[in-house]
């Protein structure tokens, strides 16, 4: 490909992935198709990578001949771009999963609610003709199963660590506390946990 031509190398390897073996962007020789003339050491240090980052893996890719690419290594001289390479065989890659990612917000803030955090097969994607990772891309739970505090309730509970308080709401009446109790000292609770013995503060 010659500089300013606005014609790119081309590569097209069809169902088989580019594998560039030797790259040159500059004036290194009379023998190119550019008519240019060789003048002396022109030649881009970065010539094989730029075109390896930019087609190595890939079934097709077009690169032009630009020193925005491959920097100048002469300036005020015009310059081409010659490739190598060669068209392989790509072996089949399974997908794999990503991480999970974080619980949606709680449906409900008490009485039971449900989250969901999801994850992708994008770690690495499947390609060519790999295995995707299959369904389990979502998980659920459910969340605040606490009861939820009612206009004139006479009983409520709360966990610890829940982040959600014990709620008391009367309407227009006002509160006159009966009983409290913090500890484990039932089996019958809400949150779940099992009564051991002894465990109730006196305050």
Known sequence: ACEHSGVPLSIDCGEKVINIKHAAYGVYSNENTCGLSYGGNCLSQTSLQAMKDRCDGKNSCAVQATNSI?????????????????????????GGWTDWGDWSTCSAACGGGSQTRT???????????????????????????????????????????????????CGEKVINIKHAAYGVYS?????????????LSQT
């Open 70 to 94: 491959f920097g100048d290594p002469c300036g005020g001289v015009v310059k081409y771009l010659t490739a190598s390479w060669e068209c392989e065989t790509q072996s089949p890659r399974d």
């Open 119 to 169: 994850r992708s097969c994008t770690n690495p994607a499947p390609a060519f003709g790999g295995e995707a990772c299959g369904d389990d891309n979502t998980e659920s739970q459910s969340c605040n199963t606490q009861l939820c505090a009612q206009p004139g309730s006479a009983s409520g509970e709360a966990c610890e660590h829940s982040g959600v308080p014990l709620s008391i709401d």
């Open 187 to 199: 089996n019958e609770n809400t949150c779940g946990l099992s009564y051991g013995g002894n465990c």
